[in-house]
Each structure stands twice: as C-alpha cells, then as structure tokens.
C-alpha cells in the first residue's frame, strides 16, 4: 500500500467551501445552513478515514467470497455515528442534515468506499418515503421506530421495491410503463390487495424490515394503476431469495423478494392506484441526484488513489507525479470532477428549497417543532391524535400545495441530468486513472481497481442513463418546445 498524501479526504481540513466556493455567499445569507453542511463534510470524512477506509478492501475480498456476509461490527460503529436517521430533525434524534449536507457527506465517504457507504445510507430510502408521503400515520411510527432502533444499536434496514424481471427501468419511463407486462400480480381482496411475484436487485433486500413496494394493481393498466405498499417483511408470505454475487458494491447486499400470497391491508397502501407515479418520481426525483454526488464521490476517490501511487511510485528515474503528460491528465479529470461537484451542489440546495425535506423550513412546521415538547414528538398518543382522518387529509393537502406535480417533473428531470454526469463521470475517471498507473497499479492493493468495478452499476440503477437522458430531454425540451 503506498503512503498517503495530505489531499483531498486526507487532507487536514474539510474543505467544502474552499471546493464550493459559490456557497460563501449563500453563507452570508443563510449562515446555519451552509455551516451545517460544512459540519456534516466534517463528520463525514473523519468517519471515511477512521472507520469505513481502512479495512474496505479486505472487507470487498470477504464478500466476494460469501456474498451473504455482514460486517456488524462495522454497522454498530457507522450507526454510533446517527447516519441512518442523519435528515432526521436534531429535536428527534437526527443529525439534521440538509440535502446540502448529506450531499457533502456522500462525497467524502464514497470517496473511501462506495459499497459501505451504501450499505448504511441506501437505508435513507425509508425517511426519504416517508418525508415524500407526508401522512402523519405513515411518518411519525416510522420515525419513531428509526430513532428507537439507532439508540438502542438494532438494526433497521428498508428497502425500496421497483425492480422485477420483467420491468426494471421500464418503470421509470411513462411511454416504457405503458406497454410493459409487470411479473408480480396484485388482486383487490376485502380489506387491502394480496400480493404475488418477484422483486429482484433490490438494495439491502436481504436485510430489510420494511419493504416500499412499487407496483400496478393492474397489469393492464400500469400506469393508470402505479401504487406504493408497505409491506413489513414479517408479513406471511414474504421471503428473501438469491443474493446476488457481485462485481461491484460487494460490501451492500443486493436480493430478490419473494411475495406468496402476502396480505397488504388498506391501511398499508401509501399511496392509493394512479398516485404512485407521482409518489415514484419525487422519490426518485431526490434519490437520482443524490447518485450522480456519489459518482463524483466515486471520481474522486479513484483520483486521489492514482495521485498517491503516483507520487510514490518512481519510472525512468523519476517520480510518475512529475510528468508533466500524467499531471495534465490528472489535471484533466479534477477539472471534471469540479465542473460536475458544482452542479450536483446546485441540485441539493434547489431540492432543499423546493421538495419534501423543504417542509420542515415551512413556519407552520417549524412553529410545530419549536412548541411541542421532544419527548410528545413521536409519542403514540401524537401518532393517533395526527392519524385523524380529517387531519391527515390536510396535512396531504398541505404537502401536495408545497411540493406541486410541476416541482417533481421538474427536479426529475434535474437529477437525472445530474445522475448521468456523474456516473458517466466515475466511470470515465476509474478507467482513465487505470491507464495511468498501468499494470502495478491496478493491483488490488491499491484500490483502483475495486473503484472501477463499483463505478459501472451507477449508470444503470435509479434508472439507466438512456431512460434519465429521455426524462431530461421531455422535461427540458419537449415540454417548453411542444415537440
């Protein structure tokens, strides 16, 4: 293993303004805020230093081996850290962490290892559903849950169901979903749906205890029918089947499903048939851009990588840093690594202004968090008080007015942009940096290559990059030019 140079994440400092500069100014605005996500880089990269990079690549080597294998030690360490409930609110138990942060936070900790970060923060799925349903009957018992679970160090992992056999990023494009045959079958039975099918390279499916379940009630109809389910995973019928073995993300599990006759009560339909692709598209509105942050995440930890092997590495008499063709290259590729930080940051501030996690800033929120005491928070009896029919309907009304149609549609289309220029850009970078440092460098002890076979999953998963590039291209183009 080659010496470390003081650069990026082992760098002394966090540098989040210094990378980002246009954030000083939003600092003189918004000083909370920007300190905030300067905190959470912090955070983020003492943990990528002192827990997630040091025994990455062992820990990719294990699960190559079994693909089945945990590292719970390592969970109960990350979980010490509030990582999992991190855009919980502070007064809850969260960390409180803006899409801002939590975008500054991924880049740091993929940068040292994308498969264990993912591991710990694809679980954001549940709290991203939650915040993006708004009901108080759906949010406050799974908040309530999140945060007993992180305190008392269980384990509480979500997963978040699209993916079947015969659909995959069919689901993510109107024109595709309209035609697609879906495999798992939902029948309307009295009191709820009976669920049967396959789900399969669901993240963490192996270990979830919460399933958010994407699907039509009628094949025929997929569209017109798309619906979210909640589906525990304690549920009769539901199992977990292959665990894939993989090139990649070896360290975060990736299943299939299994739903045999599995009962989803009425009260357990997040999302009734015709508003799920609403519901679908706003989560993946906020998860798309938080994927292209983790490619430049990714980029970047494959730079720095090649940056110290090639500073420590000597060719012709001389160390390979100090040619002039490898620093116009590296160069290059840091450069690209800026242009595309910028524009992922700019998404997070944007979603951060206008989707769900934009609510807790709404007065009426903020009047709530500030009277009720944090021990009534997410009490039961606040659970069954808000659950009222009457005033949950408001509370969706309420949302619904914050967070228009015209807003998903539109950072839909944003975080798909995003999302493709960042996968595209670890993609490029981990093969670039590989022709630099040749054969040597490529061994495994340098971790190179393991960056290389994490990047390219990226283009393909929240949609491949041809289906983001057509919901960019219809909301961009089409729609503003009536193509």
Not at 238 to 251: D, L, P, Q
Request: proline content about 5%.
């Amino acid at each position: 293993m080659t010496d470390r140079i003081r650069f990026g994440l082992h760098s002394p400092e966090p540098d989040l303004l210094e990378v980002a500069p246009m954030l000083r100014k939003w600092r003189e605005r918004f000083p909370d805020y920007i300190d905030g996500a300067v905190q959470a880089r912090a955070q983020a990269r003492r943990i990528a230093r002192e827990i997630v990079l040091p025994g990455s690549l062992e820990l990719d080597q294990r699960c190559a081996a079994d693909p089945a294998y945990a590292d719970w030690d390592l969970w109960r360490r990350l979980n010490k850290e509030k990582l999992g409930i991190c855009i919980l609110p502070k007064k809850i138990g969260g960390l409180g962490w803006s899409i801002l942060g939590l975008f500054a936070a991924l880049e740091e900790m993929v940068a040292a290892d994308v498969s264990t970060t993912a591991f710990l923060m694809f679980n954001l799925f549940g709290p991203v559903c939650a915040f993006v349903e708004f009901a108080p009957e759906v949010c406050l018992p799974l908040l309530r849950d999140l945060v007993s679970a992180q305190s008392e160090e269980r384990p509480l992992f979500f997963a978040w169901a699209l993916t079947e056999p015969n659909c995959g990023t069919d689901n993510l494009n109107e024109d595709a979903l309209a035609t697609q045959r879906p495999s798992v079958s939902v029948k309307r039975t009295e009191g709820g749906y009976i669920v049967n099918g396959v789900k399969h390279f669901i993240s963490n499916g192996s270990h979830a205890h919460h399933i958010v379940l994407v699907l039509p009630t009628d094949s025929e109809r997929p569209r017109e029918t798309f619906s979210v389910f909640h589906v525990p995973s304690s549920a009769k019928g539901f199992s977990v089947g292959r665990i894939e073995k993989k090139m990649g993300h070896r360290a975060k599990h990736t299943a299939e499903i299994l739903f045999k006759d599995v009962f989803v009560p009425d009260r357990d339909v997040w999302e009734q048939p015709g508003r799920g692709w609403r519901h679908t598209m706003e989560v993946l509105a906020i998860s798309t851009g938080a994927v292209g942050m983790l490619g430049v995440g990714l980029a970047r930890g494959a730079l720095e990588r090649c940056i110290s092997y090639c500073c420590n590495t000597r060719a012709g008499g001389k160390r390979l840093i100090d040619e002039n063709w490898v620093r116009i290259e590296i160069a290059g590729m840091l450069s690209q690594i800026m242009a595309v930080r910028a524009k992922c940051l700019d998404f997070a501030v944007g979603a951060d202004a206008m989707l769900a996690t934009s609510l807790l800033e709404k007065p009426l929120v903020k009047a709530a968090l500030g009277i009720v005491p944090a021990g009534l928070l997410l009490s039961e009896p606040l659970s069954a008080l808000a659950s009222h029919k009457n005033l949950s309907a408001l509370v969706r009304q309420f949302k619904h007015s914050c967070v228009p149609d015209e807003t998903v549609a539109y950072f839909k289309g944003q975080g798909g942009a995003v999302k493709v220029a960042g996968t595209d850009l670890c993609v490029d970078v981990s093969a670039r940096v590989l022709d630099i440092v040749g054969l040597d460098g490529a061994a495994h002890e340098h971790g190179m290559e393991k960056v290389f076979r994490d990047a390219k999953v990226t283009q393909i998963y929240e949609g491949t990059n041809q289906v983001n590039l057509l919901g960019l291209f219809q909301e961009e183009i089409a729609r503003r030019a009536g193509i």
